[in-house]
């Protein structure tokens, strides 16, 4: 629908340490019910699965349907009562100990992967979709011959064949991407809508801003990375 393709541009609900747990007992609660599929339901309603948590969510439904078959007259809420005992006795197996680090909040103090999310994301799909673009207005040609003759010196390990990437411009890799991010705004200025360079604009101020290699001035480069999430900044 329109509304639920307008909803991927706005960040959702911040996760919190206390919401990841709860959806993960929710989760190992369902389980002692022995159905798979309700417990899947779950993981897909919320986003929250947890690799260390499923090995015993799998041996608590396997559990469950191993009473079942041994006691055919004991009711599911007496398996499940029984199960959820257990569960509260070994509590510090179940759940990961990450959750149980003073300080440490998985959803606010894991790192992010640049590489995938940034270059082998978001840019990746820019590059992909503005290219298109470009052959579509006749473009690539001139398109080409900018890339071709773009002034490189203020690049750190630039790799920007031109023949190369326009040839194999479905195939490039992270290292290309870290440099066409930095350049795209000289080269399609006058090619693309304004809102297409805009986007590239931006996304070449992140790429500097996330692959230094030295930082002279540590406040103003935190100033920098700041300003560059507000809303209307560029």
């Known amino acids: 629908s329109d509304s639920g393709f307008d909803s991927l541009f706005y960040p959702g609900t911040p996760r919190t340490k206390d919401g990841v747990i709860a959806d993960m ?17 779950l993981q897909t309603e919320t986003g929250t699965k947890d690799a260390y948590v499923q090995y015993w969510i799998d041996y608590l439904i396997d559990r469950t349907r191993m009473l079942q078959q041994e006691s055919p007259s004991q009711s599911k809420e007496s398996i499940q009562e029984e199960l959820m005992q257990w569960v509260n006795d070994n509590t510090e197996k179940i759940y990961s100990p990450f959750f149980a680090l003073e300080g440490f909040d998985p959803t606010k103090d ?18 992909g979709q503005t290219v298109v673009r470009l ?34 411009k479905n195939s490039l890799i992270g290292k290309h991407f870290k440099s066409i991010a930095q350049v795209m705004p000289f080269l399609i200025y006058d090619l693309v ?28 480069y ?7 999430s507000c809303p209307g900044q560029y």
């Open 222 to 228: 935190l100033v920098s990375f700041i300003c560059i």
């Open 193 to 220: 809508p304004d809102y297409v360079l805009n986007a590239w604009s931006t996304l070449g101020r992140l790429v500097v801003l996330l692959w230094h290699t030295t930082i002279e001035n540590t406040e103003e």
């Open 25 to 41: 007992e929710a989760q190992v609660r369902t389980a002692c019910l022995g159905v798979a599929q309700t417990v899947k339901k």
């Open 135 to 168: 052959e579509q207005d006749k473009h690539t040609n001139t398109f080409q011959t900018r890339l071709a003759s773009v002034n490189i010196s203020g690049l750190k390990d630039p790799d920007l064949r031109a023949e190369y990437l326009i040839r194999y």
């Open 110 to 127: 894991t790192p992010i992967e640049i590489l995938h999310t940034i270059l082998l994301g978001v840019v990746k799909y820019f590059w």
